[in-house]
C-alpha cells in the first residue's frame, strides 16, 4: 500500500520540535550527500512504542535510513520502506514525506531473543527476507516501488544493495545508535553518500571507506555538534557545499475521529459482537505510533446504529 498522507498543521502536544537533516554536494556536485541528527527522533519513537534495546535498534536505524532516503522529496511526496522476513523481527514498516515526518512500527515486540544478547549483529533476527522502498511522488500516475531480497542483515549494507539494484545509484550508508550502559541511545545519527554518474572510481572507493570508518555519528550529535561541521570537517578535501537543512520529527496523523472512521467499516457481524460482549471499554491502538483510543459500551452501539438503526 502507498504510505499514508501526513497532514499538515500544529504538531500535537508534547512532542519534539525535530533534528535536522542537512543536504550537501562534495567533489563539484559528483557526490551528494545527506546527514540526519536523528537523536529526538529516536527517542520519540523508543517512548512512544515502549521500545526495549534490541527493538530500539531495528526500528531506529529504519527510521535513521528512510529519514537519508526522504532526503529529496519535495512538496507532497511520500516514501515507504518494507521489510517483511524469516526472521524474530518478522518485519518492519516505516514512513515519511516532504516535510521531514516520519512514523513507523516493528512487526514483533518484543522480539523473542534466545540467551542473552551479546552484541547488535542483528543478520540472525532478520533471516532472509524482501526489502521495499515505495515512492509516492506528488503529479505521478501511481506508486512506484523497488524490491530487493535481504542480502546482509544489516540495514545499512541492504538499503545501500536496494539503491544500486533497483535505482542503479551507488551509495554508502552509515546509520549509527550508540548505546550506554543502562541500555539507553544517548544520540543518534545517520550519513548517506550517493554518486553521480561523473564521479570517478578512485573518489567514489575513498568514500565508501571514510563512510564505514566513519566515527560515531551518535556520539557526535550527542555532545552537541551541527550536522553542518560535521560535514565540513570529514570531507574538506572534496569542498562540501550545503544546500538547505530542514527539521524531522516522529508525527503520526491519527486522531480519535479517524479510528472511529476506521470502525464504522467493519462488518456489522464484528460491530454486533463488540456491542453485545465488548470486553469495554475497547482500546484500538495506532500501529504506527502506539496511541490508545478507548471506545466505551455506548460509543460502539452507537456506530452500530449508525449503519443498523433498527436493531
Known amino acids: 500500500m502507498p504510505p499514508t498522507a501526513f497532514p499538515s498543521g500544529t504538531k500535537p502536544p508534547g512532542e519534539s520540535g525535530g533534528d535536522r537533516l542537512v543536504r550537501f554536494l562534495l567533489a563539484g556536485g559528483s557526490v551528494r550527500g545527506a546527514v540526519v541528527d536523528g537523536s529526538r527522533l529516536v527517542a520519540d519513537m523508543r517512548r512512544r512504542h515502549e521500545l526495549g534495546v534490541l527493538e530500539t535498534v531495528v526500528l531506529g536505524r529504519a527510521f535513521l535510513g528512510l529519514a537519508l532516503l526522504s532526503s529529496g522529496l519535495k512538496g507532497e511526496d511520500r516514501l515507504a520502506l518494507q521489510i517483511r522476513c524469516t526472521g524474530p523481527i518478522r518485519g518492519l514498516s516505516v514512513e515519511a514525506n516532504a516535510s ?10 518484543p522480539i523473542p531473543v534466545e540467551g542473552p544478547l551479546e552484541d547488535l549483529d542483528l543478520r540472525r533476527f532478520f533471516g532472509a527476507g524482501l526489502l521495499s ?23 545499512a549494507l541492504d538499503l545501500a544493495h536496494y539503491c544500486l539494484v533497483s535505482e542503479q545509484i551507488p551509495t554508502a550508508f552509515n546509520l549509527s545508535l550508540p548505546l550506554d550502559r ?14 553521480m554518474p561523473e564521479a570517478i572510481d578512485r573518489l567514489l572507493a575513498d568514500l565508501e571507506r571514510i563512510v564505514a570508518d566513519f566515527p560515531s555519528l551518535g556520539e557526535r550529535f550527542a555532545r552537541g555538534e551541527p550536522p553542518e561541521a560535521i560535514v565540513a570537517s570529514a570531507f574538506a578535501p572534496w569542498e562540501p557545499v550545503v544546500l538547505d537543512s530542514r527539521t524531522v520529527a516522529f508525527r503520526c496523523p491519527c486522531h480519535r475521529a479517524r479510528i472511529e472512521s476506521l470502525l464504522h467499516l467493519l462488518p456489522i457481524s464484528e460491530l454486533k459482537e463488540m456491542r453485545d460482549h465488548g470486553p469495554f471499554p475497547i482500546e484500538i491502538r495506532c500501529r504506527n505510533c502506539n496511541a490508545r483510543y478507548p471506545f466505551g459500551r455506548e460509543e460502539i452501539a452507537r456506530i452500530y446504529g449508525s449503519r443498523y438503526p433498527d436493531n
Open 182 to 195: 543502562d541500555g539507553t541511545v544517548p544520540g543518534a545519527g545517520g550519513l548517506m553518500l550517493q554518486a
Open 133 to 155: 522502498v515505495t515512492r509516492v511522488i506528488e503529479g505521478a500516475r501511481r506508486p512506484f516501488t523497488g524490491r530487493v531480497e535481504l542480502a546482509y542483515g544489516n540495514l
Open 100 to 109: 521531514g515526518e516520519i512514523r513507523g512500527f516493528l512487526e514483533q515486540v
